[in-house]
T-cell receptor
Framework: DAGITQSPRHKVTETGTPVTLRCHQT?????MYWYRQDPGHGLRLIHY???????DKGEVSDGYSVSRSKTEDFLLTLESATSSQTSVYFC????????????FGSGTRLTVV | GQQLNQSPQSMFIQEGEDVSMNCTSS?????WLWYKQDPGEGPVLLIA???AGELTSNGRLTAQFGITRKDSFLNISASIPSDVGIYFC??????????WGAGTKLIIKP
């Protein structure tokens, strides 16, 4: 088992509601990432973290915020969900950074109706 | 910006066939990563390459880091049904980001 879990695995929510996705790791890795995967767009980085309380924006960060108050947890929040945020969200962790590859979670399928 | 072009986009394979796919870039990469994604799961790292010319194997999978540092190849020998899925190449971009190819989808011929 890779030591990374995402919750929930599936969620349906209404437009305009806030949503928080959780990524939990037991590997004590420094780096954590949130991606979204959409047909025709592949994997796109939303936000990443390089340490507790250290986060930065990725390629598609608009409409998303993150928090990392503990090494093991990285939360992704959609402040006011929109239909364009319907996607599969993946969390990933890395011990030494992006040069060395990531371990991905199993994903959260989010549907905004 | 940096982009990775993967080909082919999809491949139909018969069990036992060898498979080749590649990834090219207009800019130099210092690392090439190959991932496989099964339906409903996150991508899994198969092989990481760190040196131009490097050839690395993982079971029936072999990947090469091109000499020009602008391409990489992944070969699968004697394919089996569980090889189906989507294969992605990736390389480090700026600001902690990985640049991803669009993927090569392997499908079993009926």
């Amino acid at each position: 088992d890779a030591g990374i879990t995402q919750s929930p695995r599936h969620k349906v929510t209404e437009t305009g509601t806030p949503v928080t996705l959780r990524c939990h790791q037991t590997e004590n890795h420094r780096y954590m990432y949130w991606y979204r995967q959409d047909p025709g767009h592949g994997l796109r980085l939303i936000h990443y973290s390089y340490g507790v309380k250290d986060t930065d924006k990725g390629e598609v960060s608009d409409g998303y915020s993150v928090s990392r108050s503990k090494t093991e947890d990285f939360l992704l929040t959609l402040e006011s969900a929109t239909s364009s945020q319907t996607s599969v969200y993946f969390c990933a962790i890395s011990e030494r950074g992006h040069n060395y590859g990531y371990t991905f979670g199993s994903g959260t399928r989010l549907t905004v109706v | 910006g940096q982009q990775l072009n993967q080909s082919p986009q999809s491949m139909f394979i018969q069990e036992g066939e060898d498979v080749s796919m590649n990834c090219t870039s207009s800019s130099i990469f210092n690392t090439w990563l190959w991932y496989k994604q099964d339906p409903g799961e996150g991508p899994v790292l198969l092989i990481a390459l760190y040196k131009a010319g490097e050839l690395t194997s993982n079971g029936r999978l072999t990947a090469q880091f091109g000499i020009t540092r602008k391409d990489s190849f992944l070969n699968i020998s004697a394919s089996i049904p569980s090889d189906v899925g989507i294969y992605f190449c990736a390389g480090p971009g700026s600001n902690y980001q990985l640049i991803w190819g669009a993927g090569t989808k392997l499908i079993i011929k009926p």
